[in-house]
Each structure stands twice: as structure tokens, then as C-alpha cells.
């Protein structure tokens, strides 16, 4: 059984950054993919960013690129998203969840084991 949990949302103004942490339980950690996704209100799960089993592999969402980096420690089992120049439009529950053994994945059905969630608030 897996277990990941979020921290690190919280209110912050347009242009500020966050640091979001998922740490997660199991013995699977270190040999899969890790990703994050955001749910904003009215809005379906949409793919942030994603991160192959060592870490020498990333890929993200058009709408984060060039302002978030996804990044993991296998030693600590956490993996991390720094939010950079975050946009009022950033704000939404971000979610943790483990994806597939090998290569990346964006598609939410590709990953088996989600967080429960922490919220992010960008205001204006």
C-alpha cells in the first residue's frame, strides 16, 4: 500500500512562489514515475508536471513550463514542485500521485496512487 501526502499550499499573492512536497510511504517510491495535477474550481484534473523514476527525466504542462520545476529524493521519498511567478489562474488543489515504472506519463489513469490534496491560492 501506498500512501503520499501533500503539504506546502497555501495564500500567496500573484508573482510569489511555493514550494509543494509529497512524501510518500512504500517500498515502491524510488522505481516509479511521480507526477502532480491541479483540480481548480468547475474545472476537470488537468496534468502539471511529471518526473521518471531517477529523476533524470521531467515533462510539464503548457500552462506551468518555464515556471515550475518538478524535482524527487529517493533517499527521502519526497517528491517536490517549486512554483514560481505563480498566476491567479495557478490557484487549485494540487495533488501528488505515482505513476508508471518506466518512462512518463500525463494521463491521470496512468497513475495508481494519489494524495489527498493541499490548496494553492494565488491572489491578484
Known amino acids: 500500500q501506498v500512501q503520499l501526502v501533500e503539504s506546502g499550499g497555501g495564500l500567496v499573492q500573484a508573482g510569489d512562489s511555493l514550494r509543494l512536497s509529497c512524501a510518500a510511504s512504500?517500498?515502491?517510491?524510488?522505481?516509479?514515475?511521480m507526477g502532480w495535477f491541479r483540480r481548480a474550481p468547475g474545472k476537470e484534473r488537468e496534468f502539471v508536471a511529471t518526473i521518471n523514476w531517477s529523476g533524470g527525466s521531467v515533462y510539464y504542462g503548457d500552462s506551468v513550463k518555464g515556471r515550475f520545476t518538478i524535482s524527487r529524493d529517493n533517499a527521502k521519498n519526497t517528491v517536490y514542485l517549486q512554483m514560481n511567478s505563480l498566476k491567479p489562474e495557478d490557484t487549485a488543489v494540487y495533488y501528488c500521485a505515482q505513476g508508471p515504472a518506466y518512462g512518463l506519463a500525463t494521463h491521470i489513469s496512468l497513475y495508481d496512487y494519489w494524495g489527498q490534496g493541499t490548496q494553492v491560492t494565488v491572489s491578484f
Open positions: 512504500g517500498r515502491t517510491f524510488s522505481s516509479r514515475a
